[in-house]
């Protein structure tokens, strides 16, 4: 399984960016695909995925209502649109997978790389006037 973020760039306060995500490999369920960040001097954590526990999208309390996961199953592509981006949203942006579908909803804690099978190279947000 290979994933590969992209997207990123710099954006004013307000902005929005969209990201993708494309997968590529063994047949994966893109239901099973989430977004983490990792913020200057922070550690990683998770940011929005699908759940196949309950069928539902999930973010963290500070993306939801600006942030929106969804998936092209034709593209193989994971999007997360990122509206009224805030300074606070600067991070290096990753998607990840794990071998146990039903991994989502992610926990508040950091993600190591230990936590999540396959993971795609971050791409650069960074939210500056």
């Known amino acids: 399984v290979q994933l590969q973020a992209s997207g990123g760039g710099l954006v004013q306060p307000g902005g929005s960016l969209r990201l993708s995500c494309v997968a590529s490999g063994s047949t994966l369920d893109l239901d099973t695909i989430g977004w983490f960040r990792q913020a200057p001097g922070k550690e990683r954590e998770g940011v929005s995925c699908?759940?196949?526990?309950?069928?539902?999208?999930h973010y963290r309390d500070s993306v939801k209502g600006r942030f929106t996961i969804s998936r092209d199953k034709a593209k193989n592509t994971v999007y997360l649109q990122m509206d009224s981006l805030k300074p606070e949203d600067t991070a290096v942006y990753y998607c990840?997978?794990?071998?146990?579908?039903?991994?989502?909803?992610?926990?508040?804690?950091?993600?190591?790389?230990?936590?999540?099978?396959?993971w795609g190279k971050g791409t650069l947000v960074t939210v500056s006037s």
């Open positions: 699908f759940s196949k526990r309950d069928g539902i999208a």
């Open positions: 990840a997978t794990d071998s146990d579908p039903y991994w989502c909803p992610f926990y508040s804690g950091s993600y190591p790389d230990s936590l999540m099978r396959y």
